[in-house]
């Protein structure tokens, strides 16, 4: 399983309709969650991380995990 997941997360966040909508859900969090520095963000199914790696500017702390 880890193997078939290495695979198609090589190329997952290359597919500019995957980074749009990525994109526009962490500005729609940015928008109506207070986010700094104390902020702590726990991201469930965060296959590649593209959504934290878009909010880590503005936490102080996130983990990311995926079944």
């Known amino acids: 399983m880890a193997t078939d997941f290495d695979a198609a997360a090589a190329t997952w966040d290359d597919d500019p309709v995957r980074r749009a909508r990525t994109e526009a ?7 109506v969650v207070a986010l700094g520095p104390a902020t702590a963000v726990l991201e469930y199914g965060a296959g590649t991380g593209l959504l934290s790696h878009r909010l880590a500017p503005y936490v102080g702390a996130i983990t990311v995990a995926d079944a």
């Not at 859900?25 to 928008?31: I, N, Q, S």
């Open 25 to 31: 859900l962490a500005e729609a969090v940015r928008a």
